[in-house]
């Protein structure tokens, strides 16, 4: 089992930038990959970067604009988003990808860019 807990969510500017981290403990060794995702009110959640080992995935949304980063002394990943749009605007999840296939999921932490 692994528990996430996301922080750094709020209401930020247009043009801003935010900071999302996700803690993870429990099971830590078990964890293959880890991702963000967002969900928009009326919208399906969607990928939008993704961190295994050295390598990252974006969404083309976001790309030039977010940057997924882990720190493995902490047990945290971060989202470092800038030039932040309304269109960004959503609940952040943080998801981690087990070893065995089954997918963790935190709580859910609030975006919302606006002026």
């Known amino acids: 089992q692994v528990q996430l807990v996301e922080s750094g969510g709020g209401l930020v500017q247009p043009g801003g930038s935010m900071r999302l981290s996700c803690a993870a403990s429990?099971?830590?060794?078990?964890?293959?990959?880890m991702a963000w995702y967002r969900q928009a009110p009326g919208k399906t959640r969607e990928l939008v970067a993704s961190?295994?080992?050295?390598?990252?995935n974006y969404a083309n949304s976001v790309k030039g604009r977010f940057t997924i980063s882990r720190d493995n002394a902490k047990n945290t990943v971060y989202l470092q988003m800038n030039s932040l749009k309304p269109e960004d605007t959503a609940v952040y999840y943080c998801?981690?990808?087990?070893?065995?296939?089954?997918?963790?999921w935190g709580q859910g932490t609030q975006v919302t860019v606006s002026s």
């Open positions: 998801n981690a990808v087990l070893s065995t296939g089954i997918n963790s």
């Open positions: 961190i295994r080992g050295d390598s990252t």
């Open positions: 429990g099971s830590i060794f078990s964890i293959y990959a």
